[in-house]
């Protein structure tokens, strides 16, 4: 506990952390990870877990987190009035919301994590036919992020790109705005002793993709076609969706009308306990995203020690640092140069195995929970 000199020890502070989407996507792993952290030694807090999933509170038994399940949990209601009531009937100081939006009605404090501004974008960017829940979500999401992000004593964000967006396009006070760095699970990932090294056959490529366009997979098939015709021999995994998302999105015709039907592999959705298997499997992680908050798993490939080529924009240069090839996402012809120099240049992919292995090592949730709870303690304590 970290003392204040001019009023002794911080007190306890009863903080509320809403863990509902825990290990569901990067919000969920953030989520989950955090919570995990934080109930791992004293931090002066006592931890409240809103909505946690059984998974969540199996790691936490015995463990001092308590466990509280508010209802509705229909997204909406459940951030505007579940979690705001269940605080004053707690008598939290603090409610964490950790999924871009807040309650905008109640006077209940609270600190809010705000990934990213992409609920700016047009719902068309971000999903192919979406459903009429869809459609509400977006349009809740639209409106309540940046009434959250002012109506916040503090806002959390994972990278100086994604808090430059907020501080633009939310008109926030960026002295409220701080960056807390998300972690990686180091030894969650860390390549088994005797894992089979690559072989004489095809050069096996992974890259993580989705329907939603900043995932850029049109493009990926585009490297694809660069590589082909470079000579190489080569498989290309694609992970991240189900095909059948992929073929309504017209990317799997794309890939036969472009002649590299054969050498992708669309294998759908991964499962986190199947998740570091990808990358051992994999001779090079390809992850030309045209956009990220921050960029997970750019730091799981480099924990795992496999080679990444990334793109040179939005918040991923501030992850991968001098560890990974960087790449225009736009120009395939250059990616696919990149990665082609890469691989007729072994030393230099063992050089950035190297380096991601030490960087992933910067990145821990320890760190994100110590800068998390700092922080609770300098929004309680600020506007007491």
Same mark, same amino acid.
């Given at each position: 506990?970290?003392?204040?000199?001019?009023? *002794?020890?911080?007190?306890?502070?009863?903080?509320?952390?809403?863990?509902?989407?825990?290990?569901?996507?990067?919000?969920?792993?953030?989520?989950?990870?955090?919570?995990?952290?934080?109930?791992?030694?004293?931090?002066?807090?006592?931890?409240?877990?809103?909505?946690?999933? &059984?998974?969540?509170?199996?790691?936490?038994?015995?463990?001092?987190?308590?466990?509280?399940?508010?209802?509705?949990?229909?997204?909406?209601?459940?951030?505007?009035?579940?979690?705001?009531?269940?605080?004053?009937?707690?008598?939290?100081?603090?409610?964490?919301?950790?999924?871009?939006?807040?309650?905008?009605?109640?006077?209940? =404090?609270?600190?809010?994590?705000?990934?990213?501004?992409?609920?700016?974008?047009?719902?068309?960017?971000?999903?192919?036919?979406?459903?009429?829940?869809?459609?509400?979500?977006?349009?809740?999401?639209?409106?309540?992020?940046?009434?959250?992000?002012?109506?916040?004593?503090?806002?959390?964000?994972?990278?100086?790109?994604?808090?430059?967006? !907020?501080?633009?396009?939310?008109?926030?006070?960026?002295?409220?705005?701080?960056?807390?760095?998300? *972690?990686?699970?180091?030894?969650?990932?860390?390549? =088994?002793?005797?894992?089979?090294?690559? *072989?004489?056959? &095809?050069?096996?490529?992974?890259?993580? *993709?989705?329907?939603? &366009?900043?995932?850029?997979?049109?493009? !990926?098939?585009?490297?694809?076609?660069?590589?082909?015709?470079?000579?190489?021999?080569?498989?290309?995994? @694609? @992970?991240?969706?189900?095909?059948?998302?992929?073929?309504?999105?017209?990317?799997?015709?794309?890939?036969?009308?472009?002649?590299?039907?054969?050498?992708?592999?669309?294998?759908?959705?991964?499962?986190?306990?199947?998740?570091?298997?990808?990358?051992?499997?994999?001779?090079?992680?390809?992850?030309?995203?045209?956009?990220?908050?921050?960029?997970? =798993?750019?730091?799981?490939?480099?924990?795992?020690?496999?080679?990444?080529?990334?793109?040179?924009?939005?918040?991923? &240069?501030?992850?991968?640092?001098?560890?990974?090839?960087?790449?225009?996402?736009?120009?395939?012809?250059?990616?696919?140069?990149? !990665?082609?120099?890469?691989?007729?240049?072994?030393?230099?992919?063992?050089?950035?195995?190297?380096?991601? !292995?030490?960087?992933?090592?910067?990145?821990?949730?320890?760190?994100?929970?110590?800068?998390?709870?700092?922080?609770?303690?300098?929004?309680?304590?600020?506007?007491?």
């Amino acid at each position: 506990m970290t003392p204040n000199p001019k009023t *002794g020890p911080a007190r306890v502070l009863r903080i509320g952390l809403d863990a509902r989407l825990a290990f569901r996507r990067g919000v969920g792993t953030y989520a989950a990870q955090l919570a995990l952290a934080l109930a791992e030694r004293e931090r002066g807090l006592e931890l409240f877990l809103l909505s946690a999933p &059984p998974e969540l509170k199996e790691l936490l038994k015995g463990s001092k987190a308590q466990f509280r399940d508010p209802s509705p949990r229909q997204p909406a209601l459940y951030e505007q009035t579940a979690l705001p009531a269940l605080a004053r009937r707690e008598r939290l100081d603090l409610l964490h919301y950790t999924d871009n939006t807040a309650s905008v009605f109640w006077e209940t =404090p609270y600190v809010l994590t705000l990934h990213d501004t992409m609920m700016t974008r047009p719902l068309s960017e971000t999903v192919d036919h979406p459903t009429f829940r869809q459609r509400f979500l977006f349009l809740y999401k639209r409106w309540a992020a940046p009434e959250s992000a002012r109506g916040a004593r503090m806002v959390v964000t994972i990278s100086k790109f994604s808090k430059d967006s !907020i501080v633009r396009k939310f008109s926030v006070d960026p002295d409220r705005v701080r960056v807390v760095p998300e *972690g990686v699970e180091v030894e969650a990932y860390r390549r =088994p002793a005797g894992w089979p090294k690559p *072989g004489a056959g &095809p050069v096996r490529l992974l890259a993580q *993709g989705a329907v939603d &366009p900043r995932k850029n997979v049109p493009n !990926i098939l585009r490297t694809a076609q660069v590589l082909k015709r470079g000579g190489i021999s080569f498989r290309l995994r @694609i @992970i991240g969706a189900p095909r059948e998302e992929f073929e309504r999105a017209g990317y799997v015709a794309l890939a036969q009308k472009w002649g590299v039907a054969n050498e992708v592999e669309w294998a759908g959705w991964v499962g986190a306990d199947q998740l570091a298997r990808q990358y051992w499997d994999a001779d090079l992680f390809f992850y030309p995203s045209l956009w990220e908050g921050f960029g997970l =798993p750019v730091l799981e490939a480099f924990a795992a020690g496999t080679p990444v080529v990334t793109s040179n924009g939005s918040s991923l &240069p501030e992850v991968a640092g001098d560890a990974a090839l960087l790449v225009r996402p736009d120009d395939p012809e250059a990616m696919g140069a990149g !990665i082609l120099g890469l691989l007729k240049r072994p030393a230099r992919l063992r050089a950035f195995a190297a380096k991601g !292995i030490r960087r992933a090592k910067s990145f821990t949730w320890e760190a994100t929970a110590d800068l998390t709870a700092a922080l609770y303690h300098e929004a309680a304590e600020g506007f007491r």
